[in-house]
């Protein structure tokens, strides 16, 4: 199977044209002087005692020495370890007690204890050009180790082979058409699974180019749609907040038009897309955005094609990932990328080969959903997540895409407190859009509840919100939200 590492290689390579272009910098590399510099910087890490199997801590902003990095890590059989550059210090140490890097690279100050390298781009640049052996890769060579988003406890370290991961990419491009022709906006965090996968690593092993911008954020949203024209991209990758803010950011009145002249492929993920908001882009726009759905641990799973779109579902499963609902409607899937299981906390090692041959087939996604005899899947909610209200079942995320269809609600989160008739009961956190009156939303949202949600699932408090506690994609992490006491109608 290793055969995905030399197409990748062997793709960038034969690039005439440029393979990746950094906004920010104007930097422009086709693909002899990708592979230059990757080896150069392979080079390097050899210099840092940095061999096979070897773990490699990444701190460092989305940006050309990020990127190289990860090629220069599978070019070493080295481990990336990506982390967010403004980690906090405790997430900062538990990272490192459990993969046990070797090397911090990173803009500043290394972490105690381990050997440092500041990377950034004039330096990568001007690494001396370095003559490397061939390869000699294995097929249980490791290639990323990332930590889930933590959305409802500690984050897990996800453990990816090489192959699993390049794998999955080469799939996931046959099966929406994204080819060499193609160009991929890059905004999604590239310590982040979607900002390796889905944003690099699918347009470098199709032999596309990839168009690396700025990390999103709101000051970046007012320009996104505007660097997708000016660089003529046909895909980008966003979260459903992402797509929300850059629409409501635009003041063009020519950019549907000129989006249109380029912009084929507007994929959604990380987070459920609602149907309402969907349809909202489509109208202005006149593309139609492509859900997606995947886990950090599973990799990309499904997609809906062009053309073949139906709104509020995440699309139809790939064809080599298998598909079962458990007794309690959890979704459970089989596909030969699965991770090779978490980071034993203990030791910092992999799981063995039995327990990564498990995580192969029917592995609890949490979420539940229904599938269709043409395999387009609909989540639902998710198991930890679903309230028991008065001995009824409410899925919070049903109340969310409910009250998100409100025009001046920019975004819901619908949590369960304890009630002392009803056991517990459901709250909603919402973030207004600008200029909403809080009372007056507050009465509003109360009667759409009235007509659109069943008695159980009408919220009984309405929290407005300056901001909502969020991931880096957007994604909304609920165990930050104060917690309500309904008897006393207080938030801890």
């Known amino acids: 199977m290793s055969e995905q590492r030399g197409k990748l290689f062997r793709r960038l390579g034969g690039r005439a044209g440029d393979a990746l272009v950094c906004t920010q910098t104007g930097i422009r590399l086709d693909g002899s002087a990708l592979i230059e510099r990757v080896d150069a910087l392979a ?5 840092h005692g940095i061999g096979p199997g070897d773990r490699v801590l990444v701190q460092l902003p989305n940006g050309l020495p990020f990127a190289l990095l990860y090629l220069a ?39 105690a204890g381990l050997a440092g390298l500041n990377l950034d781009q004039t330096m990568l640049l001007g690494l001396p050009a370095r003559s490397l052996p061939a390869p000699g890769f294995e097929d249980g060579d490791l290639f990323s180790i990332n930590f889930t988003s ?49 944003t690099l690593v699918c347009p470098l092993i199709a032999g596309s180019m990839a168009v690396l911008a700025p990390q999103f954020s709101p000051r970046s949203a007012l320009s996104l749609l505007r660097l997708a024209i000016e660089h003529q991209v046909t895909a980008l990758w966003l979260s459903p907040s992402m797509l929300e803010m850059a629409m409501r950011l ?3 009145t020519d950019t549907a038009l000129a989006l249109q002249q380029t912009l084929r492929l507007v994929f959604i993920g990380t987070a459920g897309l609602s149907a309402g908001l969907a349809r909202q882009f489509h109208a202005r726009y006149g593309i139609e955005p492509l859900q997606s759905y995947g886990l950090s641990e599973l990799l990309l799973l499904s997609v809906d094609r062009p053309g073949a779109t139906q709104f509020g579902s995440v699309g139809q499963m790939m064809p080599k990932v298998g598909t079962r609902l458990s007794a309690d409607g959890e979704l459970l899937i089989s596909t030969p990328h699965a991770f090779s299981g978490y ?33 387009r899947v609909t989540i639902t909610g998710r198991i930890k997540d679903i309230l028991v209200v008065g001995g009824i079942n409410v899925s919070p995320v049903a109340i969310e895409e409910a009250l998100a269809g409100h025009a001046l609600v920019q975004q819901a989160a619908v949590v369960g407190a304890a009630h002392p008739l009803l056991g517990e009961a459901p709250v909603a956190f919402i973030l207004p859009a600008p200029g909403a009156e809080p009372v007056e939303l507050e009465r509003a949202l109360k009667s759409l509840a009235e007509t659109r949600l069943a008695a159980a699932s009408r919220p009984v408090r309405y929290v407005m919100q300056r901001s909502l506690p969020v991931g880096p994609t957007g994604k909304v992490q609920k165990h930050q939200l104060p917690r309500i006491d309904l008897a006393s109608d207080t938030l801890h």
């Not at 550059?85 to 100050?109: F, G, N, Q, S």
């Not at 906006?185 to 390796?196: D, E, F, I, Q, R």
């Not at 799981?351 to 990564?356: D, K, M, S, V």
């Not at 087939?361 to 043409?374: C, I, N, S």
């Open 43 to 47: 080079g390097l890490l050899g210099d």
């Open 73 to 111: 890590c599978l070019r070493a059989r080295a481990v990336a370890v990506p982390m967010s550059p403004r980690a906090a210090p405790t997430d900062l140490d538990y990272a490192i007690a459990l993969a046990k890097p070797r090397l911090h690279v990173t803009l500043e100050a290394p972490a």
């Open 150 to 198: 933590g959305t409802t406890s500690r984050p897990k370290a996800v453990v990816h082979r090489a192959e699993g991961l390049l794998g999955n990419a080469s799939e996931f491009n046959h099966y929406t058409g994204y080819g060499s022709a193609d160009r991929m906006l890059h905004v999604m965090p590239m310590y982040y699974m979607a900002g390796l996968l889905n």
């Open 250 to 252: 635009d003041r063009g």
């Open 343 to 375: 980071l034993e906390a203990a030791t910092g090692t992999v799981p063995n080969a039995a327990t990564r041959e498990a995580m192969r087939r029917d592995f609890p996604t949490g979420d539940l959903a229904m599938v269709g005899a043409d395999g």
